[in-house]
Every structure is written in structure tokens, then in C-alpha cells.
């Protein structure tokens, strides 16, 4: 595997590749990594010629200093991760590479409606500070194909958002994303950076966010969507130490909320809950 710090030598690196027109995936994480990384990583191989991941822990997307500094960096671990799936190059930027024009100089996204809504709403900034670092690694890396997860849904959207909105292009075409389903404990709890930060009490616990998902999408039908909405947020609470921030059920496409099943093609439960001091995001399509 390469490893490369600087976007120069990253960019020249790949334009050899390029020129010999194999495809490249691109698989931008914060590292941390576990196997939800690791399979967007194995898909991305399958289809591509040539993987590229990048770690970088984007300060621009954090409204909270502590978490941010709380935030694990284990790259060691994750470099030894990355080789074992035969990632071909792993990008790990300083933040001079990412932003040149420093902190301070963020780009303003226009991101529609999906920036004030649910977690945009929950965390002020957040999705402006994504659209920030992935339009900039999009540039650098120039990949014909985006591998994202599904556990940050919202997140897929807002990609999805800059991208469309923006004249960026690889050969000739946008990017194209590819979103990967959810990768989860034995238990259900979706895999997260952040669920090392659990106590052992809440980790156990937290298998209860996704056990309610589970149902929600066993037994919709049975429900009104404001009744399941209700009933679902109280047994969450009931978790100890948990306190659920929101749970919607929205239209997959166009991620704008639904109070009837009769409004969308394709409906998305999302959910995310606070444990203990620990912010988890978990959501599953229901058809
Ligand atoms: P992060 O390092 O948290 O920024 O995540 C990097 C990428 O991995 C994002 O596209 C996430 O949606 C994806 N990801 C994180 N957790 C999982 C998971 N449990 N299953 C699938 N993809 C995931």
C-alpha cells in the first residue's frame, strides 16, 4: 500500500494510473476504522482498478471542540487494517493540504434544505463542514466512483447535493456514489468510531436502538407513522442513559419527512440517540 501526505505527490502518483485509464474508488473516512470502513474498502476493490483512502479527521465538521478532541486516532492500527483488505494507497493529509486557505476560509454550500434538518439542526455547521472536505478530496483525488455508508444517511444526501450542484467531473462524468448498507455487531448495533467511547453498560445497551429499528421494519405496516413514531421513541428512552435526539421516517429520496407510508416510494427510519455522552446515528429502509 502507498501512503502518501501530500496531495502533490498523491496527485502525480495517480495520474500515472489515470493515464493508463484504470478506475479509481475513493473511500474517505476519519479513520478508526473498523469493518463498516473496511467494506467500503472491499467494495470499492471489486469494482475498481485502483482504492484510495483517505483518513482525515476533518476539524471542520465537528461544532463540538471535545468531541472532536476525543475523536480516536489509532493510525497504526488503522495502516495495518487497510494493508490486510489491500488498499492500493491511503491518503493521510495534514490539514495545510486539505485547507490551504486555512480553518477560517470555508466555503458556504448552498445545501438546500438539508442543512437545518435533523442532524443538520442537531449539530449547526456540521453538513457545510462535510461538503467542505469532500469537495476538496474529490478534487484531489479525482475518483470515478464514491464509496460512502449508509449508516450516515444524511450525509449520502448532502454528498449527493454538492455533487449534482457542482461542474466538478472525472473523464468526462460526476462521480458516481455508491452508498454500502450498514455493517453492525453481532448484537445489531451499528459499527461507529465513537462506540468505543461506551461505557461497557451502555454498549450493551445500545444494541437497543437497533432491536426497535429491527421492529420498526418488521411491523410498519401495523402502524400509523406518528403511533410507530411515538412508540418507538418511548422504548427507546427507556434504555438506560439514553435519550433519543430524533426519529423520523422520511422519503428515501428525497429526505424530506413523511407522516403517512403513502407519501414515499421508499421510506428511511432514521434515528439518532444520545448515550451517556455519546451520539448514535443508526437508520433502516423499511421496503
Ligand atoms: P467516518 O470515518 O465515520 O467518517 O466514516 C467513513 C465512511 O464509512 C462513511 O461513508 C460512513 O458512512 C462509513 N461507515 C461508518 N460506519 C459504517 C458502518 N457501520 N457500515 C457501513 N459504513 C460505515
Redesign the pocket.
Known amino acids: 500500500m502507498h501512503l502518501f501526505k501530500h496531495a502533490a505527490d498523491l496527485k502525480s502518483a495517480l495520474s500515472a494510473m489515470k493515464a493508463a485509464r484504470a478506475s479509481v474508488g475513493f ?11 473496511l ?2 474498502v472491499r467494495r470499492s476493490k471489486s469494482e475498481n482498478a485502483v482504492t484510495v483512502c483517505s483518513i482525515y479527521v476533518n476539524p471542520a465538521q465537528f461544532n463540538d471542540p471535545n468531541d472532536l478532541e476525543k475523536y480516536p486516532r489509532p493510525i497504526e492500527r488503522d495502516i495495518e487494517l487497510l494493508a490486510s483488505v489491500s488498499c492500493d494507497v491511503l491518503f493521510l493529509p495534514p490539514t495545510e493540504e486539505v485547507y490551504p486557505n486555512g480553518l477560517s476560509h470555508l466555503k458556504h454550500y448552498d445545501l438546500g434544505h438539508l442543512e437545518h434538518f435533523l442532524e443538520g439542526a442537531s449539530r449547526p455547521g456540521h453538513f457545510n463542514g462535510v461538503a467542505n472536505v469532500v469537495d476538496r478530496l474529490l478534487h484531489l483525488v479525482e475518483p470515478d466512483r464514491l ?6 444517511f444524511q ?2 444526501k448532502v454528498v449527493e447535493h454538492v455533487i449534482s450542484g457542482s461542474d466538478f467531473q472525472v473523464s468526462g462524468a460526476k462521480p458516481a456514489i455508491v452508498m ?5 455487531e453481532a448484537d445489531g448495533l ?4 465513537r462506540n468505543i467511547r461506551l461505557t461497557a453498560t451502555q454498549r450493551k445497551n445500545a444494541a437497543g436502538i437497533s432491536r426497535e429499528l429491527f421492529f420498526i421494519h418488521d411491523h410498519w405496516k401495523e402502524y400509523s407513522a406518528s403511533e410507530l413514531k411515538r412508540q418507538a421513541i418511548h422504548r427507546i428512552n427507556t434504555i438506560p442513559e439514553a435519550q433519543v435526539d430524533y426519529l423520523e421516517f422520511c422519503d428515501a429520496g428525497e429526505f424530506t419527512l413523511i407522516t403517512d407510508w403513502k407519501e414515499a416510494r421508499q421510506i428511511v427510519c432514521v434515528t439518532s440517540v444520545i448515550v451517556g455522552a455519546v451520539r448514535l446515528l443508526d437508520n433502516i429502509l423499511l421496503n
Do not use: F, N
Open positions: 473511500v474517505p473516512t476519519m479513520g478508526a476504522l473498523h469493518e463498516g470502513h467494506s467500503l464509496y460512502l455508508g449508509q449508516k450516515d450525509q449520502v454500502c448498507p450498514i455493517v453492525r451499528a459499527m461507529s468510531s
